[in-house]
């Protein structure tokens, strides 16, 4: 999580004289990542059979259109019982990707703020302009076609292609994660990709992730979880405390609690990190500030389930800067308020974090519509959205409003390339089960836009 690193507007992000006019058709018609099997050759093009597109069939009823907004505007506003057991995810290498330069430098660093200390990615060279627009129709896939390779999906002014670095190999983190699965009322998509700063340097995804299903309740309980980059091994720290906490909540819903003790929650996850310096041994007041300053990490966490009406029903809490979201009708609302508490000790003062425990912790229960979807990221998703309005939001809102057939395509849309935009970024997306097209027709859509 870069904490240490600035932020440039999004309309700030591509320099006068760039173009982000809207493609032709013909040339923004995205290719489809998707893999699904199909009669004939069972793959999916990135352009229409010949005689141009096939006419669109009408979207179901209960799905909202797409969400209105000129593609132009760049800028981003303000901001016991059987159980599934938690995936790691589907891994992938990482694409060969990009990110941006260091800051300029009569532009110092914000308030509390220091100057990355690794390398910085290259910047691309001025004269390439390639911005994805904001697609408002689906285009027919043909089942004859080949499939293509993944492509990053370009936002703004998309990042200097460059060879990554591997991470250190233990423990072992990989590049990219994704998952995905429904239980009996609800549809789960989450990725975790490492950020081009990262990629560029070598170093780990400091993001981590954990989700299970909860089968005698029906519940899909969560963790997701940014290291403050300050942070040596916050990597660690954000695995341990996205592990634990997921564990603990499990065995309270396995022992019939009515209402989660979030506080045990969390004060369980810190005790994990102190465990990790002392090796099992009751901290002392120097080995508790080793762990802040090795392990330090933000932690969402919380429970979501299908309530009547097919309305989402949550229950969360969290320590640090990362975020919750509910998107409706093309709108995000904050689950959450945005403020960095502050704690003394914490590496960072920007945000608090764990092994710090807040002295009062207590989950928020929210109600979301039928047709609304629960998010939950760091703020490498968080940062580029801001209010939702800019350029990134609509994507992600058009994207985001009903769930993708296949788990890759949130990580691909998650890997987007903005030069303006580095940090590893990690999102779980959960519909209630409606929402999702089971119906197997190759004819169905995706909602791919274009690429460049």
Not at 39 to 68: F, S
Not at 211 to 228: C, I, Q, S
Not at 387 to 396: A, C, P, S
Request: charged share 25%; net charge negative; hydrophobic share 35%.
């Amino acid at each position: 999580m870069t904490h240490d690193s600035w932020r440039w507007r999004e309309d700030e992000a591509e320099p006068a004289g760039s173009s982000s006019a809207v493609p032709s058709p013909a040339e923004s018609r995205p290719p489809d990542v998707r893999a699904s099997a199909a009669p004939g050759n069972g793959g999916y093009p990135a352009v229409p059979p010949p005689g141009g597109p096939r006419a669109i069939p009408p979207r179901p009823a209960h799905e909202p259109g797409p969400y209105p907004g000129s593609p132009a505007d760049s800028g981003h506003g303000a901001p016991g019982p059987a159980r599934h057991v938690p995936s790691s995810g589907a891994q992938s290498a990482g694409p060969v990707q990009p990110p941006r330069q260091a800051l300029p430098p009569e532009t110092g660093p914000a308030p509390g703020r220091t100057q990355p200390a690794g390398p910085v990615p290259p910047r691309r060279q001025p004269g390439h302009v390639s911005s994805a627009p904001v697609p408002t129709t689906r285009e027919p896939r043909d089942p004859d076609a080949k499939p293509v390779p993944w492509e990053r999906i370009r936002l703004g002014r998309p990042a200097a292609s460059f060879e990554p670095k591997p991470p250190p190999a233990d423990p072992y983190r990989p590049d990219t994660l994704f998952d995905g699965w429904s239980t009996r009322g609800l549809t789960v998509r989450l990725a975790s990709v490492r950020g081009d700063a990262h990629r560029y340097s070598g170093q780990p995804r400091q993001d981590d992730i954990v989700v299970a299903a909860h089968e005698p309740t029906d519940t899909v309980v969560f963790a997701v979880a940014d290291g403050v980059s300050a942070a040596a091994q916050s990597h660690v720290g954000a695995a341990l405390a996205c592990r634990t906490a997921v564990a603990d909540v499990l065995r309270q819903l396995d022992d019939g609690r009515p209402q989660v003790d979030w506080a045990r929650t969390v004060k369980s996850s810190a005790y994990q990190l102190f465990m990790r310096v002392t090796r099992g041994a009751e901290p002392s007041p120097e080995q508790k500030r080793e762990a802040q300053t090795l392990l330090a990490t933000t932690l969402v966490t919380g429970l979501v389930r299908l309530a009547e009406g097919g309305k989402l029903e949550v229950d969360l809490v969290h320590v640090g800067d990362s975020g919750a979201w509910m998107l409706h009708e093309g709108r995000f609302r904050p689950l959450r308020g945005d403020t960095k508490e502050r704690a003394e000790g914490l590496v960072s003062h920007a945000v608090a974090a764990l092994p710090w425990v807040p002295p009062s912790i207590e989950g928020t229960w929210y109600t979301l519509p039928a047709d609304g979807t629960l998010l939950i990221g760091t703020d490498g998703f968080g940062d580029p959205l801001g209010d939702g309005t800019g350029r990134i939001g609509k994507r992600m809102a058009w994207e985001l409003g009903r769930p993708p057939r296949e788990p890759l395509a949130l990580a691909q849309l998650l890997d987007f390339s903005w030069e303006t935009f580095d940090d590893d970024r990690t999102l779980l997306a959960v519909w209630p089960r409606h929402r999702l097209d089971e119906s197997g027709d190759t004819t169905a859509y995706w909602g791919g836009g274009p690429t460049g």
